[in-house]
């Protein structure tokens, strides 16, 4: 299909974010970005993509924008910070007694240690706590 918008508003209409933040996901894919909240809104449900008559990648556009944001520093501090919890440990969301319970109710180990460990070398690798402002 042709890549080109024709501004129908089928994305916008589709996009659960753009009925509670100020995303409006075809102004995004023209390339009009007015503040960081208009791309970092978007939960990458894919919708406007499913719907797109053109089938314009948006979500994959969104992304491209939210990278160039980071390279230029413009990250929310929220994201920063989670980010920074994800590199000291491996996860964002901290592990501890009542998920270990949880998880051996499952039949799950308490804990995911070695994909902790093997996140935190990827991001090493990766050299992401730069690119947020780490360090």
Same mark, same amino acid.
Not at 51 to 56: G, L
């Given at each position: ?9 089928? +994305?916008?209409?589709? +996009? ?6 100020? /995303? ?14 208009? !791309? ?17 990648? !948006? ?9 160039? /944001? !980071?390279?230029?520093?413009?990250? *929310? ?50 050299? *992401? ?7």
């Amino acid at each position: 299909m042709n890549d080109v918008c024709i501004h129908c508003g089928i +994305c916008t209409a589709s +996009c659960p974010s753009g009925w509670y933040t100020p /995303l409006v996901t075809r102004r995004v894919v023209g390339g009009e970005v007015n503040t960081m909240e208009d !791309v970092w809104a978007c939960v990458t449900c894919y919708q406007c993509e499913e719907r797109c008559p053109r089938e314009i990648k !948006v979500v994959e556009r969104i992304i491209e924008i939210r990278n160039e /944001l !980071v390279r230029e520093g413009k990250i *929310f501090e929220s994201h920063r910070e989670a980010a920074l919890k994800l590199i000291e440990s491996g996860r964002i969301v901290p592990w501890n007694e009542k998920s270990g319970e949880l998880r051996e109710e499952l039949g799950l180990p308490r804990k995911r240690e070695k994909c902790a460990e093997e996140v935190k070398t990827l991001l090493k690798l990766t050299g *992401f706590e730069s690119l947020i402002g780490g360090g």
